[in-house]
């Protein structure tokens, strides 16, 4: 990936997240297992938090991390927390390109969560002998 394509992404990332597609849990988890992929161990190694905190700023609505926790994960990827006030001019009108970025940015991610589901039916499944419910 080209430093130009790799700004593109944190770019479509950041959208997603101003218009509240995604939450800010949602693009962490992007940024850690698409782009670098990294596990959230490693990942927690690296950028100095807890695996645990890391798994709830992930995967829980009401997590509710400081700022230095958030600077910590937005800082491989060159990012930081700062303020944004609304447009006084509207916002540009998507582009059928960015719409596609959008779509395969939103897939990639939809993978991640059913990986996550699968590895606990699994262990499920292994802990008390019996396979999960159908649904």
């Given at each position: ?36 992929r990294k596990n959230r161990e490693k990942f927690a190694k690296i950028v100095g938090i807890s695996p645990a ?57 939809a993978k991640t969560h059913r990986r996550k589901r699968a590895r606990g039916r699994t262990a499920r499944s ?10």
């Amino acid at each position: 990936m080209t430093a130009m394509q790799r700004k593109a992404l944190l770019e479509d990332v950041a959208a997603l997240v101003h218009a509240g597609e995604w939450r800010f849990g949602d693009a962490v988890r992007f940024l850690r297992a698409v782009v670098l992929r990294k596990n959230r161990e490693k990942f927690a190694k690296i950028v100095g938090i807890s695996p645990a905190a890391l798994q709830k700023l992930e995967d829980r609505s009401d997590a509710n991390p400081t700022l230095d926790t958030l600077n910590r994960v937005l800082r491989p990827f060159g990012g930081a927390v700062g303020i944004v006030f609304p447009r006084m001019e509207p916002p540009p009108l998507p582009t059928v390109d960015s719409e596609r970025r959008h779509a395969a940015l939103k897939a990639d991610l939809a993978k991640t969560h059913r990986r996550k589901r699968a590895r606990g039916r699994t262990a499920r499944s292994s802990a008390d002998g019996t396979a999960p419910p159908e649904r």
